[in-house]
């Protein structure tokens, strides 16, 4: 499998309860490498436009103010087939459905407060790698 980048963040849940060195644990042992890395704030505006795919979801009011409430990381991730393995690494979208081992099962609170984003695929990973980075700070 080829080696591919993908878009991961650390969600306000998670930065709350200082856990995102786990995360990032578990992303590591699993043979993905982090090449971009910083912690900010999004605006709404920010939110909105990263998860403009689910404007008509009825959660995504929710969801802009709770991507909102705290700080986050953004991460660029590297690895073979990183899209794929970073989603097998999170689990679920909801915790109660997450294999055993996964980020998701381990320290997500309910759906919303999942703890982790990730990438659905090589094309959105290249699209949202693009909103949240600067090419000049990837360093692989
Ligand atoms: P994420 O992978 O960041 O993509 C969209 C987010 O919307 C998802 O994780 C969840 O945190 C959030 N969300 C809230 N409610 C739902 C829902 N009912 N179905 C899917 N995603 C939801």
Not at 10 to 21: E, S, Y
Not at 28 to 56: I, M
Request: proline share 3%; with cysteine; net charge negative.
């Amino acid at each position: 499998m080829a080696i591919e980048r993908t878009l991961s963040i650390i969600k306000p849940d998670a930065t709350a309860r200082n856990i995102t060195g786990k995360i990032i644990d578990k992303l590591e042992s699993a043979g993905l490498r982090v090449v971009a890395q910083k912690r900010t704030k999004w605006s709404t505006a920010d939110a909105e436009a990263f998860y403009a795919v689910h404007k008509e979801r009825p959660f995504f009011n929710d969801l802009v103010a709770f991507m909102t409430s705290g700080p986050i990381v953004l991460q660029v991730l590297e690895g073979e087939g990183a899209v794929l393995k970073n989603r097998d690494v999170m689990g679920a979208t909801n915790p109660a459905d997450a294999a055993d081992g996964t980020i998701r099962k381990d320290f997500a609170e309910n759906i919303e407060r999942n703890s982790v984003h990730g990438s659905d695929s090589a094309e959105n990973a290249a699209a949202e790698i693009a909103m949240c980075f600067k090419d000049d700070e990837l360093v692989g």
